[in-house]
């Protein structure tokens, strides 16, 4: 792994930030939580590599909430073009 920033897929929607919070908190220091609404995922920054690989070990198939969590590696964020839709 090269970074600290997780992707946790598979998130029942009732899931909330402090739900992941508190769960990645047994591994080490959480940064940064951010679910995304309505859309099943969600991320996790831990302080260290080596508290997010330690997470991602532990958590990936870890049942919360009724749904086996997918806990991975973040990929960096892609530069999405906006589209130039004309209105006439």
């Known amino acids: 792994m090269q970074g600290s920033k997780l992707y946790v897929g598979n998130l029942s929607y009732s899931v909330v930030?402090?739900?992941?919070?508190?769960?990645?908190?047994n591994y080490g220091i959480v940064e940064e939580v951010k679910v995304i609404e309505g859309k099943g995922f969600g991320f996790v920054e831990m302080s260290t590599q080596a508290e997010a690989e330690k997470a991602k070990e532990a958590l990936s198939g870890f049942d919360l909430k009724g749904r086996t969590l997918r806990v991975d590696e973040a990929r960096p964020r892609r530069n999405r073009q906006r589209?130039?839709?004309r209105r006439y």
Not at 17 to 25: A, G, I, K, T, V
């Open 83 to 85: 589209r130039g839709y």
């Open 17 to 25: 930030n402090d739900d992941l919070q508190e769960l990645f908190s």
